[in-house]
């Protein structure tokens, strides 16, 4: 089982980024899929989830209407696509996945926000 995310970097405030997460070794449609951010010194939270279908999704309230989690089946790909980007954006993030007690991380991603 691999999930391999991409896509990170240093952007400035009010910027974009979109991360990806490249899934294999396991049934990638039939997982709900989630991104979370980890910031120094804070505990790891949950940021948008997506179901297998992708016809529901989820965002913390940090950063609804800026953040969107969609996913490509076909390709056994998840998204974030992160626009208008805070410095308390800044984090470490990380691609799950998740279906009853199976549950898989990637390894992360770093996402830097400042001037």
């Known amino acids: 089982v691999q999930l391999v995310e991409s896509g990170g970097g240093l952007v400035q405030p009010g910027g974009s980024l979109r991360l990806s997460c490249a899934a294999s070794?396991?049934?990638?449609?039939?997982?709900?899929m989630s991104w979370y951010r980890q910031a120094p010194g804070k505990e790891r939270e949950l940021v948008a989830r997506?179901?297998?279908?992708?016809?529901?999704?989820n965002y913390a309230e940090s950063v609804k209407g800026r953040f969107t989690i969609s996913r490509d089946n076909g390709k056994n790909t998840v998204y974030l696509q992160m626009n208008s980007l805070k410095a308390e954006d800044t984090a470490v993030y990380y691609c799950?996945?998740?279906?009853?007690?199976?549950?898989?991380w990637g390894q992360g991603t770093q996402v830097t926000v400042s001037s």
């Open positions: 799950d996945a998740a279906l009853g007690r199976y549950h898989y």
């Open positions: 070794g396991f049934t990638f449609s039939q997982f709900f």
């Open positions: 997506i179901d297998s279908a992708g016809s529901s999704t």
